[in-house]
């Protein structure tokens, strides 16, 4: 089973732009809040009628606005989890999975497989938050879909509830495996649930990775700060592998010798064709003397305190940067550094830890 869809809808803020393919796998969209993530959903489940593009589950055609074909939302089989789980407030339990057209026998097989047989006539304003997903996801599974469309379903969740509800529905998806979308602004969420990312930037998709390599080399700039990357400069080219990093006011020098340089080939291609470079807030590494290539001679602006680790906001001494860089370091390391204040502390970049974007 694979779903395809290119589809394009026009809103008063926005154009919507999309087109990708899933298989059997958990597909992400990624993106900030009104960046049209939950709007592709709703195009694929029929809620929401694109302009013009198609969209094909398997052998059957959803939407194709040149055949004016549009399957109403019923004839979809698509099973849609909403961030509120949509649960009818004044039917019990069992009648909430009943609804999606399972028989008693059925729904009575659901309830017990998703520990909920002693609450089956209960209401959904007496249940859990655990409970009302296990319900949602049940009635989900009831109506027997062949695509899963998940809508940020831990958005309004605290850390304890969001990690256990989490653990249940990776379960449910090893157990049913299909095709199944999945959106979010929770970039943690996503490495956790997802096998491949695609980035949503103001209604356009930008980039289509594999998970491990979209969260270790992004594509984009936006990419990059989805994936948490807060370090981030235009370059501007200097000299073979040398740059100035306009944003943080230093030399970048990316290979460590001029044959090195001749050498890497795939580099080079990846290095002409850079526009920005990212750098993660953990990869900084304490010098004792300042050098000429890579490395901060820093100005820090700010100390901010975290549960588990301190984050040290600087700049480039003499330098105007747009915006501090973050160095996050664990609460001894901080204490260690902090301790020679007001004394100079020089930061290094590992070349080979610089994220090259292309736009």
């Known amino acids: 089973m694979k779903l395809e869809v290119n589809i394009e809808k026009k809103l008063p803020n926005f154009s919507l732009k999309v087109d990708f393919c899933v298989e059997t796998e958990v597909f992400a969209l990624l993106g900030a809040s009104g960046s049209g993530k939950s709007l592709t959903l709703k195009c694929i489940a029929g809620i929401e009628k694109p302009d013009k593009g198609r969209i094909v589950l398997g052998e059957r055609v959803l939407f194709d606005s040149e055949k004016k074909i549009n399957l109403p939302a019923r004839k979809r089989k698509v099973g849609y989890l909403f961030q509120d789980y949509a649960l009818f407030p004044k039917m019990t339990v069992l009648e909430n999975i009943m609804i999606s057209g399972a028989s008693r026998e059925e729904a009575e097989r659901y309830l017990k497989e998703f520990r909920l047989s002693e609450k089956k006539y209960a209401y959904p304003p007496t249940l859990s938050g655990g409970q009302k997903q296990r319900t949602a996801l049940a009635r989900m599974l009831a109506s027997k879909p062949e695509l899963i469309l998940l809508d940020e379903p831990y958005s309004a969740l605290d850390n304890y509830l969001k990690s256990m509800l989490e653990r249940e529905l990776l379960s449910m998806l090893e157990k049913y495996p299909m095709p199944t979308v999945f959106v979010s602004h929770d970039r943690n969420e996503v490495y956790r649930i997802a096998d491949k990312v695609a980035v949503l930037d103001n209604g ?156």
């Open 204 to 359: 356009k998709m930008q980039d289509v990775q594999e998970k491990n390599d979209f969260f270790k080399n992004p594509k984009s700039v936006s990419a990059a700060r989805l994936t948490g990357c807060k370090n981030i400069t235009a370059l501007q080219s200097v000299d073979d592998g040398v740059f100035f990093a306009n944003d943080w006011g230093i030399k970048l020098r990316l290979f460590d010798s001029l044959d090195m340089f001749r050498e890497e080939k795939s580099k080079i291609e990846k290095l002409e064709k850079a526009k920005y470079a990212g750098y993660r807030a953990h990869y900084f590494i304490k010098k004792d003397v300042k050098e000429d290539y890579n490395c901060f001679d820093c100005e820090i602006i700010r100390i901010i305190e975290d549960t588990f680790s301190t984050v040290i906001l600087f700049k480039q001494k003499g330098y105007d940067c747009p915006e501090p860089l973050y160095w996050e370091v664990s609460k001894d390391e901080a204490e260690e550094v902090l301790k020679d204040r007001p004394g100079s502390l020089y930061l290094k970049l590992d070349s080979t830890k610089l994220i090259l974007l292309e736009k």
